[in-house]
């Protein structure tokens, strides 16, 4: 923003009266239009973070929903991993299979952190930016829960990476698979709750 100097020499009070005048309308006159384009992009920012965020929401809904689905059958592996072991454990024969895989669809926040980073969220009301915060906090959990869930499933797998044959494993190994296992599935009826109720309150908000 330019402010020049009158062209035409000032001869009197008036003179200078109505210079400054002149130069002050035209102060105000352009910031008014600065701050009108500001809000203009402001309000663009918001409205396009709004847009991105509602639409990762509905994605992490669908993947929430996969999630539900593939936990439940994560929990029904690793149910099945106790019973093999038992029979492992009881027989000495191995009678079955032991499966140590998770599968997991995360759950994605490039919307969220992007608003954050632009700024767009100073410009939303609190009890929105704090609606979203919360539910954002509460997927990160959801995340950090799988990530952890699903290392712990794959050390189950220790004792079969020793180069022990399945048959001849020492009894104490036994009761640290057993116990591994059972482990895991507390964690896996954890994170289904924690996807339950991350899901309910996405849902809630994309109703709003």
């Known amino acids: 923003m330019d402010v020049h100097a009158p062209h035409e020499p000032v001869h009197s009070w008036r003179d200078f009266a109505i210079h ?80 140590n895989v998770m599968v997991f669809d995360s759950l994605e926040d490039a919307a969220w952190r992007t608003a954050r980073d632009t700024g767009a969220l100073s410009f939303m009301p609190y009890d929105e930016v704090q609606r979203y915060s919360d539910l954002y906090m509460l997927e990160n959990a959801v995340n950090q829960r799988a990530d952890t869930t699903e290392e712990n499933d794959v050390l189950c797998l220790t004792p079969f990476e020793m180069g022990v044959d ?38 809630k908000d994309l109703k709003k």
């Open 20 to 99: 400054l005048t002149i130069v002050t309308i035209g102060l105000f006159i352009a910031l008014s239009l600065e701050a009108f384009v500001e809000h203009l992009h402001n309000r663009h920012l918001v409205r396009e973070a709004r847009a991105n965020i509602r639409q990762e929401l509905e994605d992490n809904h669908q993947a929430a929903q996969k999630d539900l689905t593939f936990i439940q059958q994560n929990i029904e592996r690793q149910q099945a991993n106790i019973k093999a072991i038992h029979g492992l454990q009881d027989n000495k024969h191995f009678n079955g299979s032991i499966n």
């Open 166 to 203: 399945p048959e001849h494993v020492p009894a104490q190994d036994f009761d640290h698979m057993i116990h591994d296992n059972a482990a895991v599935l507390i964690q896996l009826i954890a994170l289904k709750q924690y996807v339950q109720q991350y899901d309910d309150l996405g849902l």
